[in-house]
């Protein structure tokens, strides 16, 4: 029975990121943040479980895939889409194409990322790329920071068509470039070996201490900055 809990919580990652897309597709994209957080949660435990019973599955890695690209890949991009759609409040036909287009390259990329990623056995330390539950958090954290915050850095960041398919695109081509990225799996507490991991959690301190809640929008670019500079610690 133990073997099949891993694959019982993968699918709840892939029911929370289907009940965002539904929140997100009739305009409440906050909820549909939490939803997408909710399924980090059960992404996290999927493996954390199967780690623990030893319940290792070919179905099982596979199932996580599809999951994670309708969670972190189509979800974020329906938010993205909803987020055009409230600033463009009259599109034309043409103009709702376009806006599709620009937007589909995220799920796009999130599978290509998601397929490289499971024949890339170099990716067991580090990354290649920016993983594909990264760009969902950037894309969350983008939603909470307007919501909970009167940066106004934040709110240029969603009512700017320009500014959304410019963070949309930039965030695909992250997924699918070869950008060395640490991962954020700690095996031990020692500074050695986490030196970017460190660096990470000391740069998001000072970062919400000068702009509090806001800073949650920097989650993704201070974790890129910290992975760019693991190379002075080797």
Known sequence: MKKYIPNAITSLNL???????IFASEGN????AWLIAAAMVFDFLDGFSARALKA????????????????FGVAPAIIMYQLMINVCHSTG??????IIVSLSVMPICAALRLAIFNLDTSQ???????????????????????????S????????SPVAIVIITVTLSLLMVSRLDLFSLKI???????????YLMIVLLFIVFAIIGIAGLALIVPVYIIASLTSRWFQ
Do not use: C, H, M, W
Not at 29 to 32: D, E, F, K, Q, R
């Open 29 to 32: 994209v906050l909820v549909a």
């Open 56 to 71: 290792y599955s070919d179905v099982g890695k596979e199932l996580d895939s599809l999951a994670d690209v309708v969670s």
């Open 152 to 159: 106004e850095i934040i709110a240029f960041s969603i009512n």
């Open 93 to 98: 036909t043409v103009s709702q194409l376009l």
């Open 124 to 150: 067991t330390t580090n990354f290649k790329g920016l993983p594909t539950p990264a760009n969902a958090i950037a894309v969350i954290t983008l939603v909470f920071a307007s919501n909970f915050s009167n």
């Open 187 to 197: 095996s031990s507490l020692k500074l050695k070996g986490n030196e970017s991991r």
């Open 15 to 21: 029911a929370s990121g289907f009940a965002a897309i």
